[in-house]
């Protein structure tokens, strides 16, 4: 276990350094075991709430901690970054808090609640058309002409790293419980955030199952895993859950997913639009589409976990006031 992690990317050792550098800003966010939850399920479920971290979403974590390491001398060509929503929000408030100037890339059909948060920070935002558009050339662009360093959303050893602290302090939590986890679960678009849970929890907990969710029919993690190489979903349009788009795993998350995940689970949109609905009556927190998919898959059988100790991870919970209207209505 420890030799194929050392040669890895992103070590535990990374994710305690990252744990350093964002805790005087981040939220240490709880572990909640709700009754209703593991009695609905036949499981002992615990779910960490990242909704209630900065921003509304784990992003604030690997953004932060990537910005912190931009020597001084360069912070102030400021920073550019590409995003759907909640890496923009993340990537927008570390440069805030650290006084760096901040572009986001978005996609023009991203969520207005998204967008309106990022500007909010401070940052200026240029959208661009996703069907037509390259985000990442974009981006790149503005950089070299502005002298700013990219934060990529997932594929940066750093941002894994900060992405890591959720599994390390889920691992943290489970010891003082006396509790070893059977599964664990988190969103995955690009894979940073599942990268680094990954790295966290197979280091303490090596005998635990790590597993992807996805939307059905964007499960381009699910079918990597099967072929053991990256592979692109196929999939067409939209999905409401759009912080879950990404069309291919990162090169440098499936070095690290491809190894240490069991495998991949999806949820259709009617069971997300189920979990969602579920979260807000029985669990009273607000989750968005693409932070709900893990809790989604549970709940729609997809996962077994009867008799067993499963942790999911609730990524975000930024969602816009007339989708989730619509979705627990």
Known sequence: MNEPLSRAPVSSADIDAAAGVIAPFAVRTPLLCPPVLCDRVG????????????????KFRGAFNKMSSIPQDARKGGVVAFSSGNHAQGVAAAAKILNMPATIVMP????????????????EVVLYDRDREDRE??????AGKRGATLVPPY???KVIAGQGTVGREICDDLTALGIAPDIVVAPVSGGGLIAG?????????PQAMVMSAEPENFDDHARSLRAGKREAHGGKGRSICDALMAAIPGEITFAINGKLLSKGVTASEAEVGHAIAFAFRELKLVVEPGGVVGLAALLAGHIDARGKTIVIVLSGGNVDSDLYARLIG
Do not use: C, N
């Open 108 to 123: 023009a059909d991203s969520p207005l609640l998204k967008r309106e948060r990022t500007k909010s920070y401070g940052a």
């Open 137 to 142: 050339a974009i981006a790149r662009e503005i």
């Open 43 to 58: 499981a002992k479920v615990f779910l960490k709430p990242e909704i209630l971290q900065r921003t509304g979403s784990f």
């Open 197 to 205: 849970v990954a790295t966290a929890v197979k280091a303490r907990f």
């Open 155 to 157: 594929d940066d050893p």
